[in-house]
T-cell receptor, first 110, second 115 residues
Framework: KQEVTQIPAALSVPEGENLVLNCSFT??????LQWFRQDPGKGLTSLLL?????REQTSGRLNASLDKSSGRSTLYIAASQPGDSATYLC?????????FGKGTRLSVIA | GAGVSQSPSNKVTEKGKDVELRCDPI?????LYWYRQSLGQGLEFLIY????????KSGLPSDRFSAERTGGSVSTLTIQRTQQEDSAVYLC?????????????FGPGTRLTVL
């Protein structure tokens, strides 16, 4: 059974810092991996989707990498801003549903 | 609308009552998913629809949970005889075809509280 783990569970950084969120998964036979952002009381917003054949994806200040063979992904956020404060979720797709980690709760302090 | 919508946004009910949660997917999306997010837990898959059929119901936690989809659009998740452990945020997502890459778009969720 696929299990997705995210470390750390919570992170607090001062504004302007670069930071890395980690995601690991136990079964490397995935189709893709997706990073989401969840704001309190809101749904999930897709940030980046990496296909299993890809190594990384970039969008603005966000960069996500995927090492499928080792079962790891990282989300790099450059020059963090208070508006980046949210919970970040990693999810992998094997079959139909996504399998999610429990998320990393990020606080960026002004 | 442009996105996935869910209603109600909040629902408070008494133990033992039945509740219905509604999801309106993005127009044209054939695949629809229900997930549950309990306090301190990750998102847990409940059921998947392709059109009006549900090829994967493996995540429904008990026979008190059921879901249907009509007209390939709106879906309703019904929880009968609610229990306190059913308290959670119920999220709905839709995608274009359910295949690959299958980017899923999520609604804002329904927060269910069972007293």
């Amino acid at each position: 059974k696929q299990e997705v783990t995210q470390i750390p569970a919570a992170l607090s950084v001062p504004e302007g810092e670069n930071l890395v969120l980690n995601c690991s998964f136990t079964d490397s036979a995935i189709y893709n991996l997706q990073w989401f952002r969840q704001d309190p009381g809101k749904g999930l917003t897709s940030l980046l989707l990496i296909q299993s054949s890809q190594r990384e994806q970039t969008s603005g200040r966000l960069n996500a990498s995927l090492d499928k063979s080792s079962g790891r992904s990282t989300l790099y956020i450059a020059a963090s801003q208070p508006g980046d404060s949210a919970t970040y979720l990693c999810a992998v797709k094997q079959n139909t549903p996504l399998v999610f980690g429990k998320g990393t709760r990020l606080s960026v302090i002004a | 609308g442009a996105g996935v919508s869910q209603s109600p946004s909040n629902k408070v009910t008494e133990k033992g009552k039945d509740v219905e949660l509604r999801c309106d997917p993005i127009s044209g999306h054939t695949a629809l998913y229900w997930y549950r997010q309990s306090l301190g837990q990750g998102l847990e898959f409940l059921i998947y629809f392709q059109g009006n059929s549900a090829p994967d119901k493996s995540g429904l936690p008990s026979d008190r949970f059921s879901a249907e989809r009509t007209g390939g659009s709106v879906s309703t998740l019904t929880i009968q005889r609610t229990q306190q452990e059913d308290s959670a945020v119920y999220l709905c997502a839709s995608s274009l075809a359910g295949g690959l890459p299958d980017t899923q778009y999520f609604g804002p969720g329904t927060r269910l509280t069972v007293l």
